[in-house]
């Protein structure tokens, strides 16, 4: 980065806190104002939608601007950080860095990097492998450490744990968020070890967002997870609600599930214990233990599709749909073109759904797994299908892994059971040809009102 541009992202940022700044004296009176002064010294043309669409938000008194005020009920320290390392880190001078290295080396460069710190979990989920094989992987701090500090050269400064149970290392997760102070940390959590001295260590490191899974009601939760599962997430929301620190929801939906997941009363539940996101998540069938008949048929499909929509533009929560908002991204956001997934064995993947690999981060830098084959057969073939209803190159677009795969001699990296790549997607093939007619026409009528994903 030029002398240059390190001055501008330096003055960025004093302009941008200095906002900051101005918002927390009053922020219903001052968001407006301060959108007007924008108004007046930028270009018109300068991020004209996104503006246009802040104020429609906010002089219309919407749900955006109910989440907007629910922001400013969080713990002031904590909401600082979060403007800071997921704003201005993360997503403005982080993805300008990311950019220029992405160029540079001919590679993607990720905007998040998610993380196993282990495989271990405290529960023992009906089909899940984590608590018989989970202690046998771990990442070592260390190890974690070295990923972020080379992570930040690149430009990257949002890191995401999953597992296991993340929280089970909760000492090093916190180690992490006070030495990488700059970076902001969402960690997808089962919530049961989440009380009052983890929230304590929350407010004290301030860039750490826990995502609790939910499956829908109490019996869906505790069916799956065990007796009074659902009722310790409940406290473990209400303790965070009570301390001012934010949470969202991590949701996968199938066919068993999918009405409940979708339904007014679910929104309206997690709404009303505080959570400031919801991230849905399609079922993924991978592993010798999937189960092909939880996939969504099309029809159910298209009804998440269109009551998330529908959620979004009415209640106060920010809600994604990992397998149905790929217009937004510009298709497949794996392979580091947005992000990418390192197991707690080392393995680096391009997707944390599809367990193929050809390189350990134990043997190689961050930017050389980037560079690996199976990485650089992701950069040049995404978008892997025109129709942002069909991003997958597993679930809607076999052809493409299995093709990528057998190119690069990837190996399988499953902790289970290791699987070919040909088992994987006849498996999904079915699903591919039933969704495409249903996807097609969804498509073509114009659902796509962001369907390039392109930056302004």
């Given amino acids: 980065m030029s002398i240059t541009d390190k001055a501008k992202n330096a003055a960025l940022s004093v302009v941008i806190n200095q906002a900051l700044e101005y918002l927390e004296k009053d922020p219903e009176t001052n968001i407006p104002k301060l959108m007007g002064l924008v108004d007046k010294l930028v270009p018109g043309d300068w ?39 997921f704003i201005l880190n993360a997503s403005l001078l982080g993805s300008a860095t990311q950019d220029e290295t992405a160029q540079r080396e001919g590679c993607n460069v990720p905007w998040a990097i998610l993380l196993d710190p282990t495989s271990a979990c405290n529960l023992h989920c009906t089909g899940c492998w984590a608590a018989e094989y989970g202690n046998k992987l771990n990442l070592t701090f260390d190890e974690l450490d070295s990923i972020i500090t080379q992570g930040k050269a690149l430009g990257t400064y949002m890191y995401i744990f999953t597992g296991g149970e993340p929280l089970v290392r909760k000492q ?8 990488h102070s700059d970076c902001e940390f969402l960690s997808f959590t089962n919530g049961t070890l989440i009380d009052e001295a983890f929230c304590q260590e929350m407010l004290r490191v301030k860039n750490f967002v826990p995502a609790i899974s939910l499956e829908g009601f109490e019996d869906a939760n505790d069916g799956r997870r065990g007796q009074g599962c659902y009722e310790k997430v409940h406290r473990a929301m209400a303790l965070l609600k009570s301390h001012g620190l934010p949470f969202g929801i991590s949701t996968c939906y199938t066919s068993a599930n999918w009405q409940d997941v979708s339904s007014e009363a679910y929104f309206d539940q997690i709404i009303d214990a505080g959570a400031l996101f919801v991230w849905f998540f399609h079922y993924m069938p991978v592993g010798h233990g999937a189960v092909p008949a939880l996939l969504p048929t099309p029809e159910q499909r298209t009804e998440m ?8 533009s009415t209640k106060p929560i920010f809600s994604m749909d990992f397998q149905n908002d790929a217009e937004y991204v510009g298709g497949c956001i794996a392979g580091g073109r947005r992000y990418m997934h390192i ?22 830098t961050l930017l050389e797994a980037l560079k690996s084959p199976l990485f650089m057969a992701y950069h040049d073939n995404q978008p892997f299908n025109d129709n942002m209803l069909r991003p997958c190159p597993m679930l809607e677009n076999p052809e493409k892994l299995r093709a990528m795969v057998k190119e690069t001699g990837a190996k399988s990296t499953d902790y289970e059971s290791p699987e070919e790549v040909d088992v994987l997607c006849d498996r999904t093939v079915p699903y591919a040809e039933n969704w495409k007619p249903t996807a097609e026409e969804l498509w073509s009528c114009g659902c796509g009102a962001g369907r390039a994903g392109e930056k302004p």
């Fill in 47 to 85: 991020y004209k939608g996104q503006r246009s669409a802040f104020h429609k938000a906010i002089d219309e008194k919407s749900n955006w601007y109910q989440l907007i005020m629910k922001v400013y009920e969080l713990d002031p320290g904590v909401r600082k950080a979060f403007f800071q390392n």
């Fill in 172 to 179: 090093d997760v916190i180690a992490l968020c006070e030495k």
């Fill in 305 to 312: 599709y269109r009551r998330i929509r529908a959620f979004r």
């Fill in 343 to 364: 197991n707690a064995r080392g393995d680096v993947e391009p997707c944390v759904f599809i367990h193929y690999s050809n390189v350990n981060i134990r043997d190689c």
